[in-house]
Structures are given as C-alpha cells and as structure tokens.
C-alpha cells in the first residue's frame, strides 16, 4: 500500500503562487508515474499534469500549460506542482495520485493511490 499525501495549499490573490508538495511512502516511488488532478465545486475532477517516473516527461492541460510546471525529487519521494500566475478559476480541492506503471497518464482511471486533497483558494 502507498500513502500519499498533499500540502502547501492555501489562499492567494490573483496573479499569486503556490507550491504545491506530494510526499509517497514506498521505497518503489521512483517507479511510479505521477499527477495532480483537480476538483472545483459541482465540476467532474479534472486532470492537471502528470509526471514519468523519471520526470523526464512531463504532461500538462491546456489550461494551465505555461503556468504550472510539475517535477519530483526521487531522493525525498516527493513530487511538486509550482504554480504561477495564478486565476481565480484556479480554485479547487488539489489531489496527487501514484500509479504502478514509470509512465504518467492523463486519466485519473489510470492511477492507484490517491491523498486526500488540499484546497487552493484564489482570489480575485
């Protein structure tokens, strides 16, 4: 079983940033694709970006491509979403999520580990 876990959510103001941390149990983590998925109230969880075990490859949705970069420090096992220019549709409950494959997926039917999510709030 692999625990996974959030933090660094929190509330800025348009424009902001956050940094985003996912800390995994396991001494496998660096076998595991990562991602970060989002929820925002009354929407469907929607994908974010996604990282290869390596993090050689990343992936990322339209809507935030060019102002979140994802990236992982296999020696900490731990994954970050840096995110920059931050809007204020934006704000939703973030998840991180493992799965046992080195690739990433852009699906979150795709992943087997989930944390509990932390909230981001952006103002406007």
């Known amino acids: 079983q692999v625990h996974v876990a959030e933090s660094g959510g929190g509330l800025v103001q348009a424009g902001g940033s956050l940094r985003l941390s996912c800390a995994a149990s396991?001494?496998?983590?660096?076998?595991?694709?990562m991602g970060w998925f989002r929820q925002a109230p009354w929407k469907e969880r929607e994908f974010v970006a996604a990282?290869?075990?390596?993090?050689?490859?990343?992936s990322y949705a339209d809507s935030v491509k060019g102002r979140f970069t994802i990236s992982r420090d296999n020696a900490k096992n731990t994954v970050y979403l840096q995110m920059n220019s931050l809007k204020p549709e934006d704000t939703a409950v973030y998840y991180c999520?493992?799965?046992?494959?080195?690739?990433?997926?852009?699906?979150?039917?795709?992943?087997?580990?989930w944390g509990q999510g932390t909230q981001v709030t952006v103002s406007s």
């Open positions: 999520a493992a799965r046992n494959s080195y690739s990433s997926s852009r699906s979150s039917a795709g992943y087997d580990y």
């Open positions: 396991g001494r496998t983590f660096n076998s595991y694709g």
């Open positions: 990282v290869s075990w390596s993090g050689s490859i990343t």
